[in-house]
């Protein structure tokens, strides 16, 4: 039985932690959109794990959806690494499903196969993090979040890429991309309650060399360059975010999602804002 001094101890180690976690600042995750290189967003998810860095809210928006709802709901991403690094670009080609070319060129049912073999038929009440997806509602050209309901619904309609998938039809509504109207959500974690933010901001950074473009080139160019200006606008640089930015091209590797180089990447540039998130979370 423990004794009277081995109980107060107790309650002291119990009551020491309450107010460490009280007064630990509330950490947001904006995970930006960006195509293939939202695989990126998994070598900076792995590299706050190793470091025990808990994130308590997370926003996302296009592929930034797709990786925040699967760390949302399981709390790691080893998983989904290694389900990318069985498969080959052969596998990911089999993924694109033309359609009719006045919807968009992928129907995305494929695409939505796997997304939903990924995180199974879940809803927002089953996530472990707090997380709003971000899409554009196409009717009125403003941001859609997305709280409640399935996941792959809200993941469907902020992935739709214009001109590539069709828009997502919604009770009644269709949506957008969500990088259309915010790329890099900061402002939706900090209206969740972060206190601290860590923005992973994937838009074109490096010029890329163009020699005769094709439809799809130019479609994804427009769009990124777009991305990019709204980015650029949007994110606050103050003094409690932190912005995690690729230094590449942007989304002309949109469909490499067989290039695990992205997640390395990724690690490489969390290890480099480590400093900077370590002095802003104490």
């Given amino acids: 039985m423990a004794s009277e001094k081995e109980v107060s101890s107790a309650r002291f180690i119990s009551l020491e932690n309450l107010f460490s976690l009280m007064s630990r600042p509330k950490i947001g995750l904006a995970l930006g959109s960006g195509g293939a290189r939202g695989l990126i967003h998994i070598g900076v998810l ?9 994130i308590d809210f997370i926003s996302g928006a296009s592929s930034g959806a ?32 033309l359609t009719s070319p006045k919807r968009g060129l992928i129907s995305g049912r494929k695409v939505m ?37 399935l996941l792959t619904d809200a993941i469907r309609a902020s992935i739709s890429l214009p001109g590539i998938f069709p828009p997502a039809e919604l009770g009644g509504s269709y949506y957008l991309d969500g990088g259309l109207v915010n790329p890099t959500p900061v402002n939706i974690v900090r209206d969740m309650g ?37 980015t650029r606008l949007m994110i606050e640089h103050d003094a409690s975010t932190v912005v995690i930015r690729s230094r590449g091209p942007g989304l002309f590797d949109t469909y490499k999602f067989y290039d695990q180089s992205f997640i390395r990447e990724g690690e490489r540039l969390a290890r480099e804002a480590l400093p900077r998130i370590k002095e802003l979370i104490g």
Avoid: C, N, W
Avoid at 69 to 87: I, P, Q
């Fill in 46 to 54: 792995k590299v706050l794990i190793e470091q025990g860095i808990k």
């Fill in 66 to 97: 797709i990786v925040g709802a699967y760390y949302s709901l399981k709390r790691e991403v080893l998983s989904f690494e290694r389900r990318l690094s069985s498969m080959k670009g052969k596998d990911f080609l089999k993924m694109i499903d």
């Fill in 113 to 149: 196969k796997f997304i939903e073999e990924l995180l199974g038929p879940k809803t927002f009440s089953d996530l472990e993090i707090p997380l709003t997806i971000v899409a554009t509602d196409m009717s009125t050209g403003e941001e859609k979040l997305f709280t409640d309901g």
């Fill in 194 to 230: 972060a206190d601290v933010v860590i923005a992973v901001d994937l838009t074109m950074s490096t010029p890329k060399k163009l020699e005769s473009p094709t439809m799809i080139d130019t479609l994804t160019r427009s769009f990124e360059i777009m991305r990019t200006h709204t």
